[in-house]
């Protein structure tokens, strides 16, 4: 009878510490995608504030038609300013921010004036 016992207690101890397991690798899973998905968050909101900070420079400069590229703080600019052809006289200020190496713009803010 005794010997029942102990592999009944062994086999609920064995059971426990798989779900322990489970249950860890679950927490440790979920609490690195919130930090992955907190840190792209971060990256998207300074390349939001480094496409306005390049607008802004953009607007306030003399400009003409044509396009520049530049490097800065881990991102790639692009500014573009072309007639809009949709809008007869008026330019179109375009400002893509690419994160250094990749090809999928970050953020793209668009102005005609």
Not at 42 to 55: D, R, V
Not at 60 to 67: C, M, Y
Not at 81 to 101: C, F, P
């Amino acid at each position: 009878m005794r010997q029942r016992n102990g592999g009944f207690i062994l086999l609920q101890m064995l059971a426990f510490l798989v779900m322990t397991c489970v249950v860890l690798t679950s927490l440790t899973l979920i609490y690195n995608g919130l930090i992955s998905m907190m840190l792209r968050h971060n990256i998207q909101k300074e390349g939001f504030e480094t496409a306005q900070l390049e607008m802004s420079k953009l607007e306030r400069s003399p400009r003409s038609i044509g396009e520049t590229r530049e490097e800065s703080a881990g991102f790639e600019i692009e500014t573009k300013i072309t007639q809009s052809a949709a809008l007869a006289g008026m330019n179109k200020l375009e400002v893509i921010v690419y994160e250094k190496g990749k090809n999928r713009p970050l953020v793209n803010l668009v102005r005609y004036e």
